[in-house]
């Protein structure tokens, strides 16, 4: 992973350039799930390791670097998501090309820290560091003009500017439909993983203190 800033610094900043990177970039991804999966499975048949839990380890190392390995993809193209999907598309785009991955966190039934621990990089990452450092935010805030261009594309045509305030219901429906949607999708999704593994976590819990004490009774009788 350290050599992903070379690897971006010396790329061709031309869209094919960019995408050869990315489709690097999303190979690697996928490589590193599979060898993880393979490491996961040698462990649990391996008599040589008493402690199964460094399969968990394993898991969240995989999900960890996918989010570096994803995330400078996500860097180097996020402008063609909006050049498809209008501004606030790199936000729909994370949706449907890398939410799947992450929802998988709901059936993995991962400890509760790691699963705080990768959802927390992930939106730190998608939502904070990447949009913040590229100016991907700032599309939020685009001219009437823009707004009205924009929105012509979805066959909503708003309303002339006779009037102080006609046209804020152009604003309202540009900003819901291109960022909060999507972005208020993200953020649900994210606090149903944690708190789903919230819970997951304090039942297998107590169903592991319940199975000691009763293997203590089963041992005294």
């Given at each position: 992973?350290?050599?992903?800033?070379?690897?971006?610094?010396?790329?061709?900043?031309?869209?094919?350039?960019?995408?050869?990177?990315?489709?690097?970039?999303?190979?690697?991804?996928?490589?590193?799930?599979?060898?993880?999966?393979?490491?996961?499975?040698?462990?649990?048949?391996?008599?040589?390791?008493?402690?199964?839990?460094?399969?968990l380890?394993?898991?969240?190392?995989?999900?960890?670097?996918?989010?570096?390995?994803?995330?400078?993809?996500?860097?180097?193209?996020?402008?063609?998501?909006?050049?498809?999907?209008?501004?606030?598309?790199?936000?729909?785009?994370?949706?449907a090309?890398?939410?799947?991955?992450?929802?998988?966190?709901?059936?993995?039934?991962?400890?509760?820290?790691?699963?705080?621990?990768?959802?927390?990089f992930?939106?730190?990452?998608?939502?904070?560091?990447?949009?913040?450092?590229?100016?991907?935010?700032?599309?939020?805030?685009?001219?009437?003009?823009?707004?009205?261009?924009?929105?012509?594309?979805?066959?909503?045509?708003?309303?002339?500017?006779?009037?102080?305030?006609?046209?804020?219901?152009?604003?309202?429906?540009?900003?819901?439909?291109?960022?909060?949607?999507?972005?208020?999708?993200?953020?649900?999704?994210?606090?149903?993983?944690v708190?789903?593994?919230?819970?997951?976590?304090?039942?297998?819990?107590?169903?592991?203190?319940?199975?000691?004490?009763?293997?203590?009774?089963?041992?005294q009788?």
């Amino acid at each position: 992973l350290g050599v992903l800033p070379w690897v971006i610094s010396s790329t061709d900043q031309t869209w094919v350039g960019r995408f050869e990177v990315a489709i690097s970039l999303h190979c690697v991804a996928f490589i590193t799930f599979i060898t993880c999966l393979v490491i996961s499975f040698l462990v649990y048949r391996s008599p040589g390791f008493m402690s199964k839990r460094v399969v968990l380890h394993v898991t969240e190392l995989a999900f960890l670097a996918y989010v570096v390995l994803i995330g400078v993809r996500f860097a180097l193209i996020w402008e063609y998501f909006d050049k498809v999907w209008g501004p606030g598309g790199w936000l729909s785009a994370f949706l449907a090309e890398y939410g799947p991955v992450f929802m998988a966190l709901f059936f993995m039934n991962l400890p509760f820290d790691q699963t705080f621990e990768i959802t927390a990089f992930a939106f730190a990452t998608f939502m904070i560091i990447i949009p913040l450092s590229k100016g991907a935010w700032s599309r939020f805030l685009l001219t009437d003009d823009e707004v009205r261009e924009q929105l012509q594309t979805i066959n909503f045509e708003c309303p002339p500017r006779s009037t102080s305030g006609s046209f804020d219901l152009c604003r309202f429906t540009f900003r819901w439909e291109y960022f909060a949607i999507p972005a208020i999708s993200i953020c649900v999704m994210t606090v149903a993983i944690v708190i789903v593994s919230f819970f997951v976590s304090r039942s297998n819990r107590k169903a592991f203190v319940n199975k000691k004490i009763i293997e203590a009774f089963t041992k005294q009788r």
